[in-house]
Protein backbone atom coordinates (compact mmCIF):
# COMPACT_ATOMS: atom_id res chain seq x y z
CA UNK A 1 0.00 0.00 0.00
CA UNK A 2 1.25 3.65 -0.63
CA UNK A 3 1.96 5.55 2.62
CA UNK A 4 3.10 8.92 3.25
CA UNK A 5 5.56 9.36 6.58
CA UNK A 6 5.98 12.92 7.74
CA UNK A 7 8.19 12.76 11.12
CA UNK A 8 8.29 15.79 12.79
CA UNK A 9 5.02 17.03 13.57
CA UNK A 10 6.72 20.69 15.10
CA UNK A 11 9.67 22.79 14.07
CA UNK A 12 11.22 26.11 14.74
CA UNK A 13 13.33 27.67 12.78
CA UNK A 14 14.89 31.71 13.09
CA UNK A 15 13.94 33.85 10.69
CA UNK A 16 16.26 34.13 7.71
CA UNK A 17 17.43 30.18 8.48
CA UNK A 18 17.04 27.46 6.15
CA UNK A 19 14.80 24.84 7.23
CA UNK A 20 14.40 21.29 6.20
CA UNK A 21 10.90 19.45 6.54
CA UNK A 22 11.17 15.93 5.87
CA UNK A 23 8.69 13.35 4.13
CA UNK A 24 9.31 9.93 2.99
CA UNK A 25 7.29 7.54 0.99
CA UNK A 26 6.24 4.36 -0.06
CA UNK A 27 4.83 2.99 -3.39
CA UNK A 28 6.06 -0.15 -5.50
CA UNK A 29 4.74 2.45 -8.50
CA UNK A 30 7.16 3.39 -11.19
CA UNK A 31 5.51 6.18 -11.67
CA UNK A 32 4.02 8.76 -8.88
CA UNK A 33 4.26 12.42 -7.98
CA UNK A 34 5.01 14.24 -4.93
CA UNK A 35 3.45 17.63 -3.87
CA UNK A 36 3.86 20.18 -0.72
CA UNK A 37 1.26 22.08 0.43
CA UNK A 38 1.52 24.46 2.70
CA UNK A 39 -2.08 25.15 5.11
CA UNK A 40 -2.08 28.40 7.10
CA UNK A 41 -3.98 29.42 9.94
CA UNK A 42 -6.80 30.07 7.81
CA UNK A 43 -7.42 26.80 6.22
CA UNK A 44 -6.50 27.19 2.46
CA UNK A 45 -4.40 24.52 1.06
CA UNK A 46 -1.38 26.30 -1.04
CA UNK A 47 0.39 24.18 -3.81
CA UNK A 48 4.45 24.83 -3.34
CA UNK A 49 6.43 22.51 -4.93
CA UNK A 50 5.58 19.24 -7.38
CA UNK A 51 8.44 16.05 -8.12
CA UNK A 52 7.26 13.61 -10.47
CA UNK A 53 8.57 10.44 -10.16
CA UNK A 54 10.62 10.70 -13.46
CA UNK A 55 12.18 14.22 -12.73
CA UNK A 56 15.79 14.23 -12.93
CA UNK A 57 16.46 17.19 -11.19
CA UNK A 58 15.29 18.49 -8.40
CA UNK A 59 12.48 20.70 -8.44
CA UNK A 60 12.98 24.42 -7.22
CA UNK A 61 9.88 26.89 -6.83
CA UNK A 62 12.06 30.46 -5.57
CA UNK A 63 12.21 29.62 -1.88
CA UNK A 64 11.53 26.23 -1.70
CA UNK A 65 12.95 23.47 -3.18
CA UNK A 66 12.63 19.53 -2.93
CA UNK A 67 15.83 17.62 -2.31
CA UNK A 68 14.28 14.40 -3.76
CA UNK A 69 16.03 11.04 -2.82
CA UNK A 70 14.24 8.47 -5.35
CA UNK A 71 16.20 5.52 -3.73
CA UNK A 72 15.54 6.42 0.04
CA UNK A 73 12.11 7.48 -0.99
CA UNK A 74 12.44 10.60 0.62
CA UNK A 75 10.80 13.92 -0.46
CA UNK A 76 12.38 16.48 1.71
CA UNK A 77 11.17 20.81 1.36
CA UNK A 78 13.84 22.78 2.21
CA UNK A 79 12.48 26.67 2.91
CA UNK A 80 15.77 29.08 2.75
CA UNK A 81 15.76 32.36 4.30
CA UNK A 82 12.95 31.60 6.48
CA UNK A 83 9.90 34.19 6.66
CA UNK A 84 7.73 34.81 9.87
CA UNK A 85 4.88 34.24 7.15
CA UNK A 86 6.23 30.93 6.65
CA UNK A 87 4.49 29.48 10.19
CA UNK A 88 1.81 27.06 9.31
CA UNK A 89 1.00 23.48 8.44
CA UNK A 90 3.16 21.56 5.95
CA UNK A 91 1.59 18.69 4.27
CA UNK A 92 3.53 16.24 2.23
CA UNK A 93 1.30 14.14 0.03
CA UNK A 94 1.61 11.60 -3.13
CA UNK A 95 -0.69 11.16 -5.67
CA UNK A 96 -2.07 7.44 -5.70
CA UNK A 97 -0.79 6.00 -8.55
CA UNK A 98 -3.48 5.18 -12.01
CA UNK A 99 -5.67 7.67 -10.00
CA UNK A 100 -5.51 11.48 -9.18
CA UNK A 101 -6.49 10.95 -5.72
CA UNK A 102 -3.99 12.50 -2.78
CA UNK A 103 -2.61 10.30 0.12
CA UNK A 104 -1.28 13.10 2.65
CA UNK A 105 1.03 12.93 5.26
CA UNK A 106 0.12 13.79 8.72
CA UNK A 107 1.80 16.94 8.44
CA UNK A 108 4.39 19.19 10.26
CA UNK A 109 3.74 22.69 12.05
CA UNK A 110 6.48 25.02 11.38
CA UNK A 111 6.81 28.26 13.38
CA UNK A 112 9.48 30.80 12.77
CA UNK A 113 11.24 33.10 14.60
CA UNK A 114 11.76 36.63 14.99
CA UNK B 1 -6.21 30.78 -13.46
CA UNK B 2 -7.45 27.25 -11.90
CA UNK B 3 -9.08 28.65 -9.13
CA UNK B 4 -11.92 27.17 -6.93
CA UNK B 5 -14.17 28.49 -4.45
CA UNK B 6 -16.72 27.00 -2.00
CA UNK B 7 -19.15 28.18 -0.09
CA UNK B 8 -20.45 28.74 2.39
CA UNK B 9 -17.25 29.34 4.30
CA UNK B 10 -18.33 28.63 7.36
CA UNK B 11 -21.66 27.51 8.88
CA UNK B 12 -23.60 26.36 11.99
CA UNK B 13 -26.77 24.48 11.93
CA UNK B 14 -29.10 22.57 14.52
CA UNK B 15 -28.41 18.67 15.24
CA UNK B 16 -30.61 16.81 12.70
CA UNK B 17 -30.51 19.18 10.01
CA UNK B 18 -28.94 18.74 7.02
CA UNK B 19 -26.33 21.48 5.47
CA UNK B 20 -24.84 21.59 1.44
CA UNK B 21 -21.74 22.78 0.78
CA UNK B 22 -21.10 24.16 -3.19
CA UNK B 23 -17.74 23.32 -4.76
CA UNK B 24 -17.02 25.58 -7.88
CA UNK B 25 -14.43 25.28 -10.45
CA UNK B 26 -14.07 29.20 -11.60
CA UNK B 27 -11.73 29.09 -14.62
CA UNK B 28 -12.30 25.83 -15.89
CA UNK B 29 -13.91 22.50 -16.28
CA UNK B 30 -12.77 20.12 -13.40
CA UNK B 31 -13.30 16.48 -15.04
CA UNK B 32 -12.85 15.67 -10.87
CA UNK B 33 -13.35 16.76 -7.68
CA UNK B 34 -12.83 15.67 -4.49
CA UNK B 35 -14.36 15.72 -1.02
CA UNK B 36 -11.91 15.92 2.41
CA UNK B 37 -12.22 16.49 5.78
CA UNK B 38 -10.10 17.67 8.43
CA UNK B 39 -10.17 17.16 11.78
CA UNK B 40 -8.26 20.00 14.05
CA UNK B 41 -4.59 19.71 13.98
CA UNK B 42 -4.71 16.52 11.91
CA UNK B 43 -4.23 15.73 7.89
CA UNK B 44 -6.78 15.88 5.23
CA UNK B 45 -8.59 12.57 4.90
CA UNK B 46 -10.94 12.04 1.52
CA UNK B 47 -13.91 11.17 1.91
CA UNK B 48 -14.93 10.59 -2.33
CA UNK B 49 -14.31 11.28 -5.52
CA UNK B 50 -16.53 12.87 -8.17
CA UNK B 51 -16.66 12.86 -12.01
CA UNK B 52 -19.12 14.58 -13.80
CA UNK B 53 -22.20 13.16 -14.43
CA UNK B 54 -21.44 9.75 -12.93
CA UNK B 55 -22.04 8.75 -8.92
CA UNK B 56 -19.07 9.61 -6.44
CA UNK B 57 -16.59 6.98 -5.46
CA UNK B 58 -16.59 7.04 -1.65
CA UNK B 59 -13.75 6.25 0.59
CA UNK B 60 -13.79 2.88 2.67
CA UNK B 61 -15.79 4.01 6.48
CA UNK B 62 -17.50 7.56 5.06
CA UNK B 63 -21.17 6.70 5.04
CA UNK B 64 -22.68 7.34 1.41
CA UNK B 65 -26.27 7.88 2.64
CA UNK B 66 -25.20 10.75 4.94
CA UNK B 67 -22.46 12.16 2.99
CA UNK B 68 -24.44 13.01 -0.55
CA UNK B 69 -22.25 13.61 -3.55
CA UNK B 70 -23.41 15.86 -6.59
CA UNK B 71 -21.39 16.16 -9.49
CA UNK B 72 -23.69 17.86 -11.77
CA UNK B 73 -21.69 19.93 -14.05
CA UNK B 74 -17.90 20.66 -14.99
CA UNK B 75 -17.99 23.28 -12.62
CA UNK B 76 -20.26 22.20 -9.94
CA UNK B 77 -20.24 19.86 -7.27
CA UNK B 78 -21.73 19.77 -3.97
CA UNK B 79 -21.71 17.65 -0.55
CA UNK B 80 -24.59 17.51 1.33
CA UNK B 81 -24.10 16.27 5.11
CA UNK B 82 -27.84 15.02 5.96
CA UNK B 83 -28.82 14.76 10.20
CA UNK B 84 -25.85 16.23 10.64
CA UNK B 85 -25.03 15.78 14.44
CA UNK B 86 -21.86 17.22 16.39
CA UNK B 87 -19.27 14.75 15.65
CA UNK B 88 -19.75 15.83 11.91
CA UNK B 89 -18.13 19.27 12.77
CA UNK B 90 -15.38 19.75 10.85
CA UNK B 91 -13.48 21.65 8.12
CA UNK B 92 -14.17 20.15 4.33
CA UNK B 93 -11.89 20.91 1.90
CA UNK B 94 -13.24 19.91 -2.17
CA UNK B 95 -10.72 20.26 -4.65
CA UNK B 96 -10.95 19.49 -8.83
CA UNK B 97 -8.92 18.96 -11.60
CA UNK B 98 -9.34 18.50 -15.14
CA UNK B 99 -7.87 15.72 -17.23
CA UNK B 100 -4.36 14.58 -17.57
CA UNK B 101 -3.65 17.67 -15.05
CA UNK B 102 -1.15 16.48 -12.12
CA UNK B 103 -2.31 18.78 -9.40
CA UNK B 104 -5.51 19.32 -8.10
CA UNK B 105 -6.44 22.51 -6.78
CA UNK B 106 -8.15 23.87 -3.37
CA UNK B 107 -10.85 25.48 -2.10
CA UNK B 108 -10.62 27.59 0.47
CA UNK B 109 -12.47 24.85 2.69
CA UNK B 110 -15.95 25.11 4.89
CA UNK B 111 -16.19 25.25 8.23
CA UNK B 112 -19.17 23.14 9.81
CA UNK B 113 -20.14 23.63 13.34
CA UNK B 114 -23.07 21.32 15.10
CA UNK B 115 -24.87 22.59 17.80
Same mark, same amino acid.
Not at chain 1, 75 to 101: H, P, W
Not at chain 2, 35 to 40: A, K, N, S
Not at chain 2, 58 to 64: C, D, F, I, M, S
Not at chain 2, 72 to 83: I, K
Given at each position: ?????????? #? !????????????????????????????????? #?? !??????????? @?????????? !???????? @????????????? #????? #????????????????????? | ???????????????????????????????????????????????????????????????????????????????????????????????????????????????????
Amino acid at each position: AQKITQTQPG #M !FVQEKEAVTLDCTYDTSDPSYGLFWYKQPSSGE #MI !FLIYQGSYDQQ @NATEGRYSLN !FQKARKSA @NLVISASQLGDSA #MYFCA #MREAGTYKYIFGTGTRLKVLA | GAVVSQHPSWVICKSGTSVKIECRSLDFQATTMFWYRQFPKQSLMLMATSNEGSKATYEQGVEKDKFLINHASLTLSTLTVTSAHPEDSSFYICSANWRDSYEQYFGPGTRLTVT
